[in-house]
């Protein structure tokens, strides 16, 4: 690290620039996880839901969408914070 | 100048992906794109229930029959799924609020356009605030004052001892945040949209310029067009999921939770 450093010391470059961009990605990398998973979970014992009784698919789409919504929020909350993110 | 950058005629700047210039007036007030492709949304919406509402036909024909369908979706799949037959009286504004967001977000995909209203966080905003301070109102006037603020901080059937922790967790949740993510669900969702075919667009473009007869471009063509009839898949789910959750949050304030 400090012999980076050093090398962009010598060649004049800024050693923070593009850090900018490595933490957006970070930010919005890390916030995707979990949502990814909930929704996987959401989706997946919908399925399961519906298949066992297809009567009541209307109602568990419907509650499906609801508990997307709930989950996906968490990630978009990390796509807003991204573009927050400044250097 | 004007006229071929409103009609996305010709590449924009990268700037102005999201930031349109304005065409008439400028600072605060300034007239640009989206403020336009808005006052034509309102006026298309209201055109529309207008002209399906003028005359009301037992046997729907022509505009009254999709003005019907999206009625009848409403009715069917947001009200009484979550608010039940009392929560009908609300059905006009949430036909209003489905219909406008969903014509909102369709610009989006609409060439000559191309720019989703919902993409810029003030109508989402302000749309968020209304049903915050919607449901609130509902919950105060059914419930009283107290009624409704005891019901909303302290929910029945806790433990004592666990208010501590459950009351500033309900208030936050309830009172701060949902207004918010409303209004960021709405809003990230149309500019995540709007970036993603901005992406494929230039790519597409960058990959012809290089020379048509490479293969590849045909590839990113087609995920192009694959994605505008994604972006209407999620035009439509985002007005949904909106108007359901308004429909859950002045259902949740229209009665206590047992």
């Known amino acids: ?87 | 100048m004007i006229l071929s950058s409103l009609l996305a005629l010709e590449f924009p700047p990268v700037s102005h992906v999201t930031e349109w210039p304005n065409f008439i007036g400028d600072g605060l007030f300034g007239v640009n794109k989206v403020v336009l492709l808005m006052w034509i949304s309102v006026a298309l919406v209201f055109g529309f229930f207008f002209i399906a509402g003028r005359q009301r036909k037992l046997v729907p024909t022509g505009v009254q029959n999709v003005a019907e369908s999206v009625n009848d979706f409403v009715r069917e799949s947001v009200v009484l799924q979550t608010m039940g037959p009392e929560g009908l009286k609300y059905m006009p504004l949430l036909v209003m609020m489905f219909t406008f967001i969903f014509v909102g977000n369709v610009w989006e995909i609409i060439p000559v356009a191309q720019m989703p209203v919902n993409g810029r966080i003030a109508l989402p905003a302000y749309m968020g605030v209304l049903v915050w301070v919607l449901f609130n109102v509902i919950g105060i006037r059914s419930q009283g004052f107290f009624g409704y603020f005891k019901s909303v901080l302290f929910p029945p059937g806790v433990p004592k001892l666990l208010y501590i922790l459950v009351t500033p967790i309900e208030f936050v949740s309830t009172l701060v945040v949902r207004p918010f993510s409303l209004a960021v669900r709405l809003f990230a969702n149309m500019l995540a949209g709007h970036l993603l075919l901005v992406s494929f667009i230039v790519i597409t473009a960058a990959v012809f310029s290089l020379g048509p007869q490479l293969v590849i471009w045909p590839v990113a063509f087609g995920l192009l067009v694959g994605l505008y009839g994604f972006e209407l898949l999620v035009a439509v789910l985002q007005a949904f999921i909106f108007t359901i959750l308004t429909a859950v949050y002045i259902a949740g304030a229209m009665h206590p939770e047992h």
């Open chain 1, 1 to 87: 690290m400090s012999v980076a450093l050093e090398l962009f010391a010598q060649q004049g470059a800024d050693p923070t620039a593009g850090l900018t961009a490595i933490g957006r990605g970070i930010v919005y990398g890390a916030a995707a996880i979990g949502p990814g998973i909930g929704i996987g979970i959401v989706v997946g014992n919908a399925i399961t839901a519906m298949a066992r009784q297809p009567e009541a698919a209307g109602m568990v789409r419907t509650t499906m969408f609801l508990g997307i919504a709930f989950t996906e929020a968490l990630a978009l909350f990390g796509f807003v914070l991204s573009f927050i993110v400044s250097g």
